[in-house]
């Protein structure tokens, strides 16, 4: 983490800051983004899966933010609370000083409205003037709400939702056409505090100052109450607790649910077609996660997790979807929205296609996890065990097929060596939860069968001895897959076989450039080119550091630490030419690598 750093706040012409400039806020149910010059430009309500009433991040024009920031210019500095998710941005301008302390409130045991954003303003030194503007615009920007004042607070009304200001000692608010306005004046030693009370189909409670500021404090106590219980004290600590607190914001308090990122159609290349929603939970991920929540020490949170995926795969048993929603509902219908997209990358897209594509990688995904739940010590009951042998018989029936593979092409199926890897993967977990106990044993025949088949096909028709390596897919004779890389996390083959190493050297050759590795060469159905994707950086990482080379592992892990932005959170994506980061932020599978990476330092040395 490249820790505070003090610059000027800048947008392009269009009005749109960089990704790289904005830090993220929750409270369990959803995620704000909150940009270096101090307005929040994404907020969804009442949950991150929830249309947006602040999206100036994906229409600059239209989309509706929550400004806050001093009239002159400034320059800026910020950092979260140590062992928070509450930001606090300092703003240096020639009149003086202000620090904003802004959060997602944890709702406590009163009469709370049901969302509630607080932004604290203190005045350091000198007198500054300060200006805010809150412009919401309900479902997507598509709609522009009722204001009007309630008990002399401007409310914002849409059907069924409404938000409130709320301002003490931080000028008197005014409705000025579309929005809700005010300005100040902060002087050393003062204290001003705004408050966005929201709601969905039920009242709205208008709070009263000393209970916004009781939530705010309150707030900032939680997580460091949950910071503390972690269990990692290893190499690059501090980004790995940054790491678990972004991830914690990404977990749907009420289902135990994993977003993959709190945002949709950030694109991966500017202007291009590369832009999806991500605000579901995808089964790739599950494995990954589990392992790191249980490592980590978040037991309660990895018990949620576990049977939230037990609960949403049981709905489409014995087959999987690639992704579930937030609250274990089946549906995705992708569309498309009237709006400007970040620096115009259109389209923008809600809901993901992906859902209806047949991905075999994901069986792998849920029996590691099963397996590395079991592993921590923890019951799965006979009849989830039923279910589980179900989709190891489902594997054996399907693994012939070609797939999307894990990166969800769009350019007609293959047979993707990543997915037959983890075909075989769901397999022998099958076996060893049979051999456990967990499983009913009466299939174990059939699935040795099949494990051995698939080993098989993949060393056969996977491997090309001309490139020294596996490949993308069957039949491929110059195209790897950063992918290939997880042969050495999913304990594919011994850390020492050379074909593994070979494998390694290849994807860093032909998909490497710098610190960072591209997702995979060759064609995916999509125009354009997107950038290079920091999860494969973090894999590459984990797999050197698992295969006995710990030295470049080390040298990489702290060329990729500096790549975070200065709050230590990273986007999908980045583009190797400028460090620009693109896609979705935060993104929760950048930050499980990262952690995946560090605890592979902490296992035996494979040398």
């Not at 997602?104 to 300060?130: K, N, Y």
């Not at 018990?303 to 690639?322: C, D, G, K, Y």
């Amino acid at each position: 983490m490249t820790g505070p750093q003090r610059s000027t706040p800048r947008r392009c012409g269009a009005g749109y800051a960089p990704i790289r400039d904005y830090a993220a806020i929750g409270d369990g149910r959803t995620v704000a983004l909150v940009a270096r010059d101090g307005a929040i430009d994404w907020l969804c309500l009442p949950d991150m899966d929830s249309p947006s009433v602040f999206g100036a991040l994906l229409d600059a024009p239209h989309g509706g933010a929550f400004t806050l920031a001093p009239v002159d210019p400034s320059e800026t500095e910020r950092r979260y609370v140590p062992e928070t998710n509450v930001l606090e941005t300092t703003f240096f301008c020639g009149a003086g000083v202000v620090r904003v302390t802004d959060a997602l409130t944890i709702p406590d045991g009163g009469l709370t409205p049901c969302r509630e954003l607080a932004r604290r303003i203190e005045g350091l030194s000198g007198r500054v003037a300060m200006r805010w503007a809150v412009v919401p615009r309900f479902d997507y920007g598509q709609r522009g709400p009722r204001l009007a004042l309630r008990a002399g607070v401007p409310v914002a009304v849409d059907g069924r939702d409404a938000v409130a200001v709320c301002a003490w000692n931080a000028g008197t608010p005014r409705i000025d056409g579309p929005a809700i306005t005010g300005q100040f004046e902060t002087a050393q030693g003062s204290r001003g505090l705004l408050a966005l009370a929201g709601t969905h189909q039920e009242p709205l409670v208008l709070p009263p100052r000393e209970a916004v500021e009781h939530r705010l404090d309150a707030t900032i106590a939680f997580w460091r109450r949950w910071t503390a219980a972690g269990w990692y004290d290893g190499p690059w600590q501090p980004a790995v607790r940054r790491s678990e607190l972004a991830l914690k914001l990404l977990v749907h308090a009420p289902t135990g649910a994993v977003a993959a990122a709190p945002t949709t159609s950030l694109p991966e290349e500017l202007g291009g077609e590369r832009n999806w929603d991500y605000r579901y939970c995808w089964i790739r991920d599950s494995a990954f996660t589990l392992d790191a929540l249980l490592r980590l020490g978040r037991t309660e949170t990895a018990h949620a997790f576990f049977w939230w995926f037990m609960h949403a795969s049981n709905l489409t048993r014995p087959r999987l979807q690639v992704l579930y929603q937030l609250d274990g509902g089946r549906f995705a219908r992708e569309r498309q929205l009237p709006a400007d997209g970040y620096c115009r990358s259109r389209p923008v897209r809600i809901g993901n296609g992906a859902v209806d594509q047949l991905q075999l990688d994901i069986y792998g995904d849920l029996m590691e996890s099963a397996w590395r739940y079991h592993g921590a010590g923890h019951d799965i009951d006979r009849d989830t065990g039923r279910r589980l042998a179900e989709a190891a018989d489902l594997v054996c029936d399907i693994w012939r097929q070609p797939d999307s593979g894990i990166w969800e092409c769009r350019s007609g199926p293959q047979h993707y060596t990543h997915s037959k890897v983890m075909c075989w993967v769901a397999l022998d977990r099958a076996i060893r939860l049979a051999e456990a106990g967990v499983l009913p044993a009466r299939r174990v025949g059939r699935w040795r069968r099949q494990a051995l088949a698939i080993r098989e096909f993949i060393d056969r028709h996977c491997w090309e001895e001309a490139l020294g390596s596996y490949v993308r897919f069957a039949g491929s004779r110059d195209e790897v897959d950063a992918s290939l890389l997880l042969m050495a996390v999913m304990g594919y083959h011994d850390p020492r076989e050379p074909r593994l190493h070979r494998t390694i050297d290849a994807v860093r050759r032909l998909l490497g450039h710098g610190a960072f590795v591209r997702r995979y060469s060759g064609g995916d159905g999509l125009s354009g080119r997107e950038g290079a994707f920091i999860t494969c950086s973090f894999w590459l990482v984990e797999a050197l550091a698992r295969t006995g080379r710990r030295d470049e592992a080390a040298v990489l892990m702290e060329a990729l630490l500096a790549m975070a932005n200065d709050v230590g959170l990273y986007a999908e994506e980045i583009d190797p030419s400028n460090d620009a980061f693109l896609g979705n932020f935060p993104q929760g599978l950048v930050h499980l690598s990262l952690v995946g990476a560090a605890l592979a330092f902490a296992e035996p040395d494979a040398s």
